[in-house]
Each structure stands twice: as C-alpha cells, then as structure tokens.
C-alpha cells in the first residue's frame, strides 16, 4: 500500500479551480507584478492584523458540482409541490419554455448588470421598456417604473409617493381592510417610524370620515371581492389625498384600469405572468402613476432618448430621483430591483399578447365561476357576487377541515378564520382541480354537465373593461415561438453580459453566476412552491435556509440572519430598525442619529431616513479614510441621541481602514450602534468577520459576494446578519411569526427561490475556496492597480500602497490637461468590448475597478491592455495629433452603421474607430446605437414603447 490513491487523483477538479479565474501559474505571475512572494505574504500586508481572523471558517468540506446537486436533489425533494390555490398574491402560472430556457436559464440575459451603461444594454432596456408599456397599459396610467421588488414594497413606496406628492398635510394613511395581510404588514412596517398612521377601514362603505393624505384600495380584495372603488375615489380627492390601487395585472385585463376608475397610483406584483411562485420570489412589483407623478416615482424607469445620430435609443429616465444621486433627500433607497423577472414578465406579454392575455384571464374567470356555482349547488354559501379568481366560501366551523381534506387531494386552501375558506383559481386550473375542491367541501366530485353553460360570469358589468391595452405592435408581432426565440435573441445580442468579457464594475461584485449554481432555481420543487404553503411542505427549503442562514453567520462572524430583505438596500432598512428597535427596547427612544461618511453609497443614507433617523455625514481624509476628527466632534455633538454609524468596510474607496476597529469602539462608547455595510464582504470572506471585529449588524449582498446574478439589476437578496443583541429584533412575517419588528417584504424568507446559488456557492467551496477566492480578488485588484499605475493616478491605497479589491483610478488630472473625461473613456472603452467600471462613484470623475477573482488572467491582461491603449489615444488628444473635438474618444462608441458609410467624415480613421487593437477583430462586439444624449430624454420624457415610425430614418 502507498499512501498516494490514484482515484483521489483522478477525481474532479475542485469546483474553485472553475470558480477562480487563474492557475497557479498565472498567480505566481501576478504575485511577481505585485512584488510578493506569496498570497500569503501579500494578504498579511494588505489586510489589518486588528482585524484578521485566526481560525479557519467551520464550513462543510467542498462537495464537488455533482456531489452538491446530489444534496441539492435530496433538499428539493423534501418539499412537496402541491396545487396551490392558496391565492394571496402569488399564483401558479405557466413560464413559457421559450422563455425559460431563453431567458431565465440564459446567461446572456441573467448575468447582466444594470443598464447603466445604456449603449451595451439596449437589448434589457427595450425588454423593459415592453414591461413598463404593460404596467401603463393595464392600470390606465401614465408613466411605470422598470420594477420594485414586491407587491408589499411597491404598495408601501405608493404610500410615500402619496405623502411626498399630495396636498394633504394629515399624517393618516387609510387601508383597505381586504388588503393582501402581508401588505397591511409591511406597510406597517414602513410607516411607523416616518410618523404616518395606518388607519384599517372596510371601504364597502366609503372612505372614514377624517383628514387623510392617501388611501390604498386592493382590486380585486384579498378575500375575491370586485368593489368599484370610484366613490372612495371621489371622497379622497375631494379631501387632497392620493389614491393607490394594489391591483392584479391579470384581472386588469377583463376589468376597468385603475387609472379610469380613478387610482393616481397602481402597485402590485406581475408575478403571474410567466414568473415561478419560487416560495416567494424573485417576482418583480411594479408601480405606476398618473401624468404629473413621475418625478415622485421611485427606482428605476426608462425612457426613449436619441443617440449621436439622431436615433431612438433606450436609456434610464430621470435618474436625479435616485438615492445615488440624491442621498437621504432620494425618494426611496431603492437600488436592485427585479429585472430579470420584470423582463420575463414584460416577454409573457409579449407573447401572448393583449388577446392572449385576456383569453387567459377569461379561462382563470371561468374556472373560478363555475367553482362558484358548484359549490352554491351543493348549499355552500359564496360571500362574494362579484368576483374574479377567488371564491370566498362559508363553513362555519368547518374551514380547517376542508383545507385538510383539500390537502389529502392535493390542493392548498387558504382557511380565513374558522368560518371561511378562500379558493384561488389560476392559470393551470383545471375541471379536475374543481372536482377535487368540491370533494374537499363534502360535495360529490361530480357536478351537472351543463354548470359551464349555465354560469353566468361573475364580473360586475360597471367594471367590464372598455379601455384598451397593448396596442402596440411589439404585443403582436412575436406569436409563433420562432418569431419569440428570435426576438430574445435579437435583443440579447445587443448587450454586454458576463457570457462576453468581464465587467468591472465597483462595489458590484460581477463573478461568476456558476450552470451549477442556477441549474436547482427552476426545478419544480423549488419553483413551484407558495410562499404560504405548509411549513411540512417546504422542509427542504427550510432546511436549506437553515443551512445558509448557519453559515453566513459563520461566515459574518454574526449570531443571527435574516434572509427576508430582497436586496441590499432591503436589507440596510431591516438592519436600522434592528437598531431602532433595540435602542427603544431599553427606554432610548430619543437616540435617532445615524453617523454616515461622505463617500457612502446612496443607499445608506436613504434607508436612515426610511428608519426614522436623521443623517449626519463624516467628513473623509484626504486618503479616503473617515476622518477621525470630524467623527468625534459629531459623537460629542449627538452623544445623547446617537443610535448608529454605518460605515462600508472595506470603505467605498477600496481600502483596508486601518481605524475600523478604533471606530467601533468610539462609536460604541456613546452608546451607538455600528453597521457596517455587507457590500463590500467580497475582500473580507475568510479572512476577517464584521461580527468579530466590533459592528453589531451587516447586510450582505447575495447578489455580489455569493454569486446570485444581477438579472440586468436584480433580482438580489440582501440578508441583514446581526450580534445576539438585536436577533430578537430581525423582521418578523404575519404568516410565519417573528418579534417585535415586522417584515421588510412580503414573503416570510422573501426570494427564496433563488438561495440554492448561494447554497450552492458555499457547499462547493468550502472554507478553503472561499478564503481562496478572497485573496484572488485581493491579488486581481492589485494586480490591475500595478499595471494601471504607470498610465493612470490610482487615488486612494492603504499600507505599503496596497488596494483591497478593487481600486479606483483618478481621470480627473487628465481630463483637466485634455478635455477627455470618465464618459468618454467608458464609452471607448465599449470599442475595445468592455462594460465600463464603476463611473464616478464613490468620487466624480474617476473610474472604479473590481475585477473580481472569477476573471483569468488573460481577460485581465486584455482588459488592462485596452485601458493602457485607450490612454495612449488620450496621449495624441493631448499632442494634438488628435483633433480635440473629434476623435475616437469622443466619437465612441462606434457603431458598424457610422463607419460602413461611403461619407466618412472623421480626421480618424474607421479601422482605428472599430479595430483599435488586434484581439477586437477576433470577437468584435457591435453597439447597437451610438453615444446617447441623457439630457434629451428627460427633456422630452416617453416611458413607453414609442411607435414604430420614431426608427423610421
Ligand atoms: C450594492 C451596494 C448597496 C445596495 O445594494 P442593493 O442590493 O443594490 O440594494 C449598498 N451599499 C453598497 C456599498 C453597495 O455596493
């Protein structure tokens, strides 16, 4: 016997030789570029002792991509999938095989970011474009935003629109008491610490008497109900407040819009059109507002612009709304939001297109009539005349009963109280369901042949649908699954994703979105569970959430995680009411400060004012650091009503701050919390813990650091983890139970249906490939930092000149000695195939690097190659030898439409312009349009598909 075994040998590569980009090899070049001997060398260096963590992360050894989706089968069969016609917002609904394997299952379309680079995202931006024309369309009103992340938020961002827009001044925001239980919840949650009083009110009645600034109708009600709202309407308006209708988009289009009976503001979910239940989420909240509301709306929303050439092209509208630019003054902190999913929504209608969509609804309507009929045949009693897919039924003291017999036929009831059952009807209900349900109420299974014929629809004629929707021709155009697959295509190819070069964006953290990370999300067992099943019929999923829950813990040096915020920013907003909460819960109510450096990303400071806190900003060094100084004269100046500091760590300038620990203990001394913004967990994981070097609470980004793609700019998930002081202060859920604090979004584990990537993520790399993967990324961005250096200033570095992970690269001194400017060299940038970093965050006019430790050596040679040859371009501005107004630079991106043109009219030349160096010829990427005009969009503001004679020449 040898101790050498030739099967260990001979078995599969670790999963984080796939994850991590460069061999050994290529890692000792780079370490000889840096100027260590080893990782380890180099990592003892660029990373504080005060902070370091001495023991290996207690993590399950690596599982191979096999052995994971092995344990990932065995998770997925320990919940059971039964027919859910539980209702409540989520509904079964048929994802269109083009459209899962096109799309949701198609990197070129999940493993983009945000289209903030509007040039290279033309494809996302059109498919969102389709989205918001739906939304518009369906509720009647004039201007949609390009997704929120749930119907629960976006009802609760339509009650601050309303307080922000209307004229009332009363702080009173009544609700509909047949609102969704999980909306009341959040909004809830959301208005206590903004002062906004929540009055419940059956509206049957009308509005209450009293001064209010807005008031939310859901349409059709939780309980099924249809009410025509317009009275409510009237009284509202007639008293200054603003009206929001939490409507279904299917109901929509068999009743009136929202907009024409009266709603300022529509909020709800499109999650039925095409996107899988996922026990939860991801599904993509939509909110829409009337002409004059638009400037309020928070997130995102895009707009038709032109290009250099005069062309229609996409872009995002009105981005000075937005927390990055406006800060605690932003009219929400909302950042990710739900792309992926508002583009599959957007692609389902598409699809089926406006006589689809309808014909869909009709056969919901009917299963749900018919439904009604049998169960009054059988002298069951149907609260409700007016109704479109749910059916309340009266059982008195009967209701648990028929929901357990419904469960042994395999269908989930929704029991209301002991006296009442709800009946959800969706797009996969059939007879046979029917049957089943009527069994389930004692009814025999099989009802009079001619129940169909005989039932009259249960839609109440004043609200029959008269307006129209989806008129334009794109709703028509892709009928046959030829012409759909083509035009995800088309679309797809017009964007930069991760599938074609890297994308270094800045505190994004693009990595790799690893087929066998993705491959569980859309397995029927993960997909096709209700948020609100059983808990005995989602123990896989539990166990999952156990498992991740345990090990970001682990990971965060945390006693408690949450995993229910659905993005960062979600999950900053969880983190300071912890802190609210647990300040109160000791008598300290008035401790309402929260301490924020200068260079914080947007979302921190709009999520203090969300949590009822005043923001008071530290002033930075001039190394980038916080300045200590200035820390304690705010300390001294708020001691008695500090309630927190939340500090990004490493900070937004991509540095190890030396002081972090020294911070957390002042801070702690007057009797504040310490959050430290999670986003940065990429330069941390295996080497340092948030929890144990001195913060009390993190939100981390699963969409960064764990690998969930960014979907084009979401979805996310952002669990906030915190110390054992504030776990009894996490977010609760009105059907999953929980403490003080009640939920951040409507699903009680929110988008769970994509935690096995992170699941996976971990089970694969274990301690060792996690802490490896760190010091990649450490090793990438210094790597880059040093060949960089020579041709561009890189602002700001910590010991011995050393970045973290990322690094930031100053154009500032040459723009000012050119007139190039970050703009041009990211739109070139787009010549030579690159997704532009980071542009002038965390400071203006720079550019920040994250190359992240997925990308192998060669792309980032490639990379750093183009930026070199793009500062020897800057180099002939400067000389002259470039014209100082036309050039390739300010001419970028150039499309094959500008140079195959036998008028070319440019000093440069078109080789030049598209082939600046060899390897572009190789793989060219093509831009669809040429260098858009921001400024023109939102002069001339269209939100909606614009007609097709706008691309005639
Ligand atoms: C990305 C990011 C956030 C916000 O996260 P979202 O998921 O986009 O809401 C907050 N802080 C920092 C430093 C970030 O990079």
């Given at each position: 016997m040898t101790d050498r075994s030739p099967l260990r040998d001979l078995s599969a590569p670790p999963f984080a030789t796939r994850h991590i980009g460069p061999a050994d090899a290529d890692q000792a070049r780079m370490l000889q570029v840096v100027g260590y001997a080893s990782v380890d060398d180099l990592v003892a260096v660029a990373v504080p002792e005060a902070i370091r963590a001495t023991d290996p992360l207690d993590l399950p050894a690596a599982a191979s991509e096999t052995e994971a989706l092995a344990e990932l089968r065995a998770l997925a069969a320990g919940n059971r999938v039964l027919t859910s016609m539980i209702g409540l917002g989520y509904h079964d609904t048929v994802t269109p095989a083009v459209i899962r394997r096109n799309l949701l299952e198609n990197p070129g379309w999940y493993t983009a970011y945000t289209p903030y680079q509007p040039e290279i995202?033309?494809?996302?931006?059109?498919?969102?474009?389709?989205?918001?024309?739906?939304?518009?369309?369906?509720t009647g009103l004039e201007v949609a935003g390009a997704s929120l992340l749930d119907e629960a938020t976006a009802a609760a961002e339509g009650m601050t629109l309303a307080r922000r827009a209307g004229r009332a001044k009363s702080p009173v925001f009544v609700v509909d008491a047949d609102a969704l239980p999980q909306t009341r919840a959040v909004l809830a949650t959301r208005a206590e610490p903004l002062g906004i009083e929540l009055v419940e009110a059956d509206l049957t009645a009308g509005l209450p008497d009293g001064e209010l600034f807005g008031v939310l109708v859901q349409y059709p009600g939780a309980s099924g109900r249809v009410a025509d709202f317009r009275a409510v309407a009237d009284q509202a308006h007639a008293r200054g407040a603003l009206v929001v209708a939490a409507a279904d988009l299917l109901a929509l289009?068999?009743?009136?819009?929202?907009?024409?009976?009266?709603?300022?503001?529509?909020?709800?979910?499109?999650?039925?059109?095409?996107?899988?239940?996922?026990?939860?989420?991801?599904?993509?909240?939509?909110?829409?507002v009337r002409e004059g509301l638009q400037r309020q709306l928070p997130g995102r929303l895009v707009g038709v612009s032109q290009d250099a050439a005069g062309r229609p092209a996409y872009r995002l509208a009105l981005q000075t709304r937005e927390q990055h630019i406006r800060r605690e003054k932003a009219t929400s902190n909302i950042c990710t939001a739900q792309v992926l999913l508002a583009v599959i929504a957007g692609m389902y209608a598409v699809y089926h297109g406006p006589d689809g969509l309808r014909r869909i609804a009709q056969r919901v309507h009917r299963h749900a009539a018919v439904l009604a009929a049998g169960l009054r045949e059988g002298g069951v009693e149907v609260v409700h005349d007016d109704f479109f897919d749910t059916v309340l039924a009266r059982v008195p003291g009967r209701a648990e009963g028929v929901v357990a017999a419904a469960r042994e036929r395999g269908i989930n009831l929704r029991p209301a109280g002991p006296d009442h059952v709800g009946v959800t009807c969706d797009e996969t209900t059939t007879t046979g369901h029917l049957a089943a349900v009527w069994a389930a109420f004692g009814l025999?299974?099989?009802?009079?042949?001619?129940?169909?014929?005989?039932?009259?629809?249960?839609?109440?004629?004043a609200l029959l649908r008269r307006t129209d929707f989806l008129t334009h021709p794109v709703f028509q155009a892709h009928r046959s699954e030829t012409a759909m697959l083509r035009y995800l295509r088309r679309l797809q190819d017009k964007d930069i994703a991760l599938d074609r070069s890297m994308i270094p964006l800045g505190s994004c953290t693009m990595k790799l979105n690893a087929t066998t990370e993705m491959e569980p999300i859309t397995w029927p067992e993960f997909a096709g569970l209700h948020p609100f099943a059983p808990a005995d019929q989602a123990e896989g999923y539990l166990r999952l959430i156990d498992d991740l829950s345990r090990w970001l813990a682990e990971v965060t040096g945390y006693d408690a995680v949450s995993l229910q915020p659905n993005a960062g920013s979600q999950g900053e907003f969880a983190g300071l009411l912890a802190i609210r909460a647990y300040h109160r819960s000791r008598g300290e109510h008035e401790r309402d400060v929260c301490l924020i450096p200068s260079s914080a990303h947007g979302t921190n400071a709009a999520s203090a004012v969300m949590a009822g806190m005043r923001v008071v900003v530290i002033a930075c060094d001039d190394r980038g650091n916080v300045d200590l100084a200035d820390l304690d004269v705010k300390i001294e100046r708020h001691r008695d009503r500090l309630a927190a500091i939340m500090v990004t760590y490493p900070s937004t300038h991509g540095v190890y701050e030396e002081t972090i620990t020294e911070i957390c203990e002042r801070v702690h001394r007057a009797g504040g919390q310490v959050y430290v913004d999670g986003a940065n967990l990429n330069a941390l994981v295996g080497l340092a813990r948030p929890g144990a070097f001195g913060a009390d609470v993190s939100h981390l980004n699963l969409h960064k650091t764990f690998c969930i793609p960014h979907g084009g700019g979401g979805p996310g998930v952002g669990p906030v983890a915190v110390r054992a002081h504030l776990a009894g202060f996490l977010p609760g859920h009105p059907l999953a139970g929980g403490g003080p604090v009640g939920p951040v979004a409507a699903a009680p584990y929110g988008s769970a249906g994509i935690l096995p990537i992170s699941w996976a993520y971990v089970r694969m790399m274990g301690a060792d490939g996690l802490r490896a993967a760190t010091e990649q990324a450490i090793l990438s961005a210094n790597y880059l930092a040093r060949r960089l250096a020579p041709h561009y200033p890189v602002l700001y570095t910590g010991r011995e000149g050393l970045v973290a992970h990322e690094c930031i690269v100053d154009l500032r001194p040459i723009t000012k000695e050119t007139g190039v400017t970050v703009d041009d060299v990211a739109?070139?940038?787009?010549?030579?195939?690159?997704?532009?970093?980071?542009?002038?965050?965390?400071?203006?006019?720079?550019?920040?690097?994250?190359?992240?430790?997925?990308?192998?050596?060669?792309e980032l040679d490639r990379f750093c190659d183009a930026m070199i040859a793009i500062r020897e371009e800057i180099a002939k501005v400067a000389s002259g030898e470039y014209d100082r107004a036309d050039n390739p630079l300010r001419g970028a991106p150039h499309t094959a439409d500008c140079l195959v043109t036998d008028d070319w009219k440019h000093p440069y030349g078109r080789a030049e312009a598209a082939y600046p160096v060899p390897a572009v010829r190789e793989a060219k990427y093509w831009p669809p349009v040429r260098r858009i005009d921001q400024a023109y969009g939102d002069r001339n503001l269209v939100c909606s598909c614009p007609p097709l004679e706008a691309y005639e020449d």
């Open positions: 995202s033309q494809g996302r931006l059109e498919a969102l474009l389709n989205f918001q024309t739906v939304v518009a369309d369906l289009t068999l009743l009136e819009a929202p907009g024409t009976l009266g709603a300022d503001i529509a909020a709800g979910s499109s999650q039925r059109f095409g996107v899988p239940l996922g026990f939860g989420g991801p599904h993509a909240g939509y909110l829409a025999p299974g099989v009802l009079p042949e001619d129940l169909d014929t005989s039932t009259a629809d249960a839609l109440p004629e739109k070139r940038l787009i010549d030579y195939g690159f997704h532009a970093p980071t542009m002038s965050f965390p400071v203006a006019g720079t550019l920040m690097i994250e190359p992240t430790e997925s990308e192998d050596l060669a």
